[in-house]
């Protein structure tokens, strides 16, 4: 039975565009592409075979920059205000951010061939699944529990509401004047 190599290569590359077009597999490419982008930037440079988990975390500390969640400093008179304050504080990335952030870190590093656990060999292991990344996300609850930061939650839908959306689309159904 023929080989047909070039089959092969061209079902292996459909699947690979097929991960990368999901919603996760394009954050996760970016992520990843930022990543980089930011080891390759620090003296001496890394790349993701020679990251360590102090360069991990030195990634989500400028990650943080970019943050929307503002965390007030202790004393600020806005502390446990909702809404947008007008103080000073800091914007922070929320710790629920952080968290899936890691996770999807801990997956590129796996793809890379640098395990899912962490090593006490430099080099080896995973460092997004270090615990001085560990204690960063501790360490990022801790500073938002402190500035009163809740994690906003979704508006619950009720029965009631199902039960009007579900007759106004019967109403609308009986009409018969419907178009795509």
């Known amino acids: 039975m023929p080989i047909n190599?070039?089959?092969i290569k061209a079902r292996k590359s459909d699947l690979l565009d097929r991960r990368q077009a999901t919603p996760y597999g394009r954050q996760k490419s970016?992520?990843?592409k930022e990543l980089t982008g930011f080891l390759g930037g620090l003296v001496p440079p890394f790349d993701l075979q020679s990251a360590t988990p102090d360069a991990v975390v030195n990634f989500f500390i400028w990650k943080d920059?970019?943050?929307k969640r503002k965390v007030h400093r202790e004393g600020c008179c806005f502390s446990g205000q909702k809404g947008n304050s007008q103080c000073t504080c800091p914007k922070r990335l929320a710790y629920s951010t952080v968290n899936s952030l890691i996770g999807k870190l801990r997956s590129i590093f796996c793809l890379h061939?640098?395990?899912s656990d962490d090593s006490p060999i430099p080099g080896f292991g995973n460092p997004a699944a270090s615990k001085a990344v560990k204690d960063?996300?501790?360490?990022i609850r801790e500073e938002q529990l402190r500035g009163r930061i809740t994690p906003t939650q979704a508006q619950p839908f009720f029965t009631v509401d199902f039960l009007a959306l579900a007759s106004?689309?019967?109403k609308r159904l009986m009409e018969g004047?419907?178009?795509p």
């Open 5 to 7: 190599i070039q089959d």
């Open 30 to 32: 970016a992520l990843e």
């Open 65 to 67: 920059n970019f943050g």
């Open 113 to 115: 061939g640098r395990g």
């Open 136 to 139: 960063y996300l501790t360490m």
């Open 168 to 170: 106004y689309i019967v």
């Open 177 to 179: 004047n419907l178009f």
